[in-house]
């Protein structure tokens, strides 16, 4: 079983079973907005986006298990489990549905909710993301290779990955703090995340999803391109697609423009 701590200030509280970390913001009475991290990251990545709308929505954001101070548990889980994380956090915080929006890794989690937990769901945000994030190969790699030689495997080479280089050199500060973050997670947490984005496959359920969607996908983006978006589109009835000029995490590097889609579809 989950058990979920929290405070407005974003401190961990620890229970029997794992651990999941979460923050909460805005008042209590607004519509309630779900946000989901990307591999590697933590619940900080969306500052921007709950500072922008912290007016119009009750934000909770929390670190995925095995990131930030969410414990992973030492046993392997699949992106059900991730899923059913999100869905312990309504449950813990007497939300009965929540609009979501995963950017990468969360998107894949906002998928599976889409897919199986639609009652959850008012709206739901695909940003960055696609039915599966790659091989399997790749992933099973660098998650041995982060449990053999810990985070500064992948650490070193994460901005080229994350963020063009135009913005890489504009806002170095803010690229050496999401790559330090990155630095510090705990590997084998990051590498059972890893597990997971090697086994993830939902091409197969998409097509079943009916929650009002949204996907952003960023324009210069190599892990998740613009035409992954594209067919996401395509198998979601209804669903829009917006684009910004970013790489693959677009909520940072196009904050403004990302948000902006986000009031204009959830409000």
Known sequence: ???????????TCEADGIGL????????????????NSLGTDLSMWDAQAAALAGDFFFVRYDTRGHGQSASGGAPFDIGRLGLDVVALLD?????RAAFCGISMGGLIGQWLGI????????LVLA?????????????LRAEQVRRDGMAAVADGAAARWFTPQFIA??????????GILRSQDAGGYAACCDVLAQTDLHAGVGTISVPTLIIAGEHD???TLDDGRWLQRQIAGARLASVPASHISNVEAADLFTAQLRTFLL
């Open 222 to 224: 190599p892990v998740t």
């Open 128 to 140: 960055n993301t696609a039915a599966r994030i790659g091989g399997a190969a790749p992933w099973q």
């Open 1 to 11: 079983m989950t058990q979920i701590g929290n405070d407005t200030a974003g401190k």
């Open 21 to 36: 970390h979460y923050r909460t913001d805005g008042e209590r009475g607004k519509p309630c907005l779900v946000l989901s």
């Open 92 to 96: 813990h915080l007497d939300i009965a």
């Open 116 to 123: 199986h937990e639609p009652r959850r769901l008012t709206r």
């Open 170 to 179: 504009r806002e170095a500060d803010t690229v050496a703090r999401l790559v």
